[in-house]
């Protein structure tokens, strides 16, 4: 029995609940991110349905669709008030974290405007995708980019705040955090329109990537940022697909018809279900751990836990926050 415990102590940081098992934390994580999509369209899609049914531009299916994931953030920041076990990760998203802040942010939607243009930009060197220009609205497209961020910050909310942090709470490595959250964030895209066993790879390594940015940037923000200029580049800027939907409405459409399968496109899912895109986000989360792993502040802890995070860090970096 003794030595059960001296293992388990070594796995959990500190004594656990049924609550704190991990399935349990990916149920309701799945619970959550449903209840979420649920509110959404019922506050949103669902009241508008005439208007979006009515408009032939598209403008208003696509703005209701991104922002109806606002009901994602309205109710998972409900259950962490309410919830005594989850209320420390409120502090996370806003400023007590280092990384927190306007310079990561716009960091975040350089690094991905820039990732996506890279993967965009070689699809279209190779011929494997030909664009042409639709039209320009910039009060629309700012509205919309407004949606994306609303979109991608719901599922980071989830992902690498509520289910990253709950994990982190209950297991002493972060590894178990980083992979088990950055997975549940490939499994939710597993039944997108022409998702293959590559982008859901594809999808789990961008997890790793911006799991990386929480635990050694110590900014949820900046992963809101990548993942939004993610998005909103390839869906609204190039028309290519989002996770396999294309938007009715971008200042560049695709010519379909003309697209092809390669190293740098699926045809299906987009530049997200290639090799050249699993290497480039792979590439940015080593990155990411070669600049930011030496720093002293990283993984903010809501849970106040100093001691534990102390040993999960590499000697030196422990040995500095004991200081």
Same mark, same amino acid.
């Given at each position: 029995m003794e030595k059960i415990k001296s293992v388990l102590g070594k796995i959990y940081n500190k004594?656990?609940?049924?609550?704190d098992l991990c399935i349990v934390l990916i149920i309701s994580s799945?619970?959550?991110? *449903?209840l979420g999509e649920i509110v959404g369209r019922l506050g949103l899609i669902l009241p508008m349905r005439s208007l979006i049914i009515s408009d032939e531009t598209g403008f208003f299916s696509i703005f209701f669709m991104?922002?109806?994931?606002?009901?994602?953030w309205i109710v998972v920041l409900l259950w962490c008030r309410i919830s005594k076990k989850s209320r420390p990760i409120l502090s996370v998203l806003w400023t007590k974290p280092r990384?927190?802040?306007?310079?990561? &942010? &716009?960091?975040?939607? %350089?690094?991905?405007?820039? *990732?996506?243009?890279?993967? $965009?930009?070689? $699809? %279209?060197?190779? /011929?494997?995708?030909?664009?042409?220009?639709?039209?320009?609205?910039?009060?629309? %497209?700012?509205?919309?980019?407004?949606?994306?961020? !609303?979109?991608?910050?719901?599922?980071?909310?989830l992902c690498r705040g509520f289910l990253y942090q709950r994990l982190r709470r209950t297991f002493r490595?972060? $590894?178990v955090a980083i992979i088990v959250s950055?997975?549940?964030?490939g499994i939710l895209h597993i039944f997108n329109k022409g998702v293959t066993a590559l982008a859901i790879v594809d999808i789990i390594v961008t997890g790793v990537f911006f799991a990386f940015m929480v635990y050694y940037m110590d900014s949820i923000w900046c992963a809101f940022g990548v993942h939004t200029a993610w998005n909103y580049t390839q869906n609204i800027i190039l028309g290519l697909p989002n996770s396999g939907n294309v938007t009715p409405f971008s200042i560049f459409k695709l010519d379909a018809a003309s697209a092809r399968d390669s190293l740098f496109y699926n045809v299906g899912f987009g530049v997200e279900g290639t090799y050249f895109?699993?290497?480039?986000?792979?590439?940015?989360a080593l990155? !990411?751990? &070669?600049?930011?792993?030496?720093? /002293?502040?990283r993984d903010y802890d809501p849970w106040n836990l100093p001691a534990i995070n102390a040993e999960a860090l590499p000697e030196n970096t422990a040995e500095s926050t004991n200081e």
């Open positions: 004594k656990i609940n049924f609550f799945y619970i959550l991110i *449903t991104y922002a109806s994931f606002i009901g994602i990384g927190n802040n306007i310079k990561m &942010l &716009l960091l975040g939607l %350089l690094i991905g405007f820039g *990732t996506n243009m890279l993967c $965009a930009s070689s $699809a %279209l060197i190779h /011929k494997d995708i030909h664009i042409y220009y639709d039209s320009f609205h910039p009060v629309k %497209l700012l509205v919309l980019l407004i949606a994306v961020f !609303v979109q991608s910050s719901a599922e980071e909310l490595h972060p $590894a950055s997975a549940f964030f895109s699993v290497a480039v986000l792979a590439i940015g990155v !990411v751990y &070669l600049i930011y792993r030496k720093n /002293k502040e």
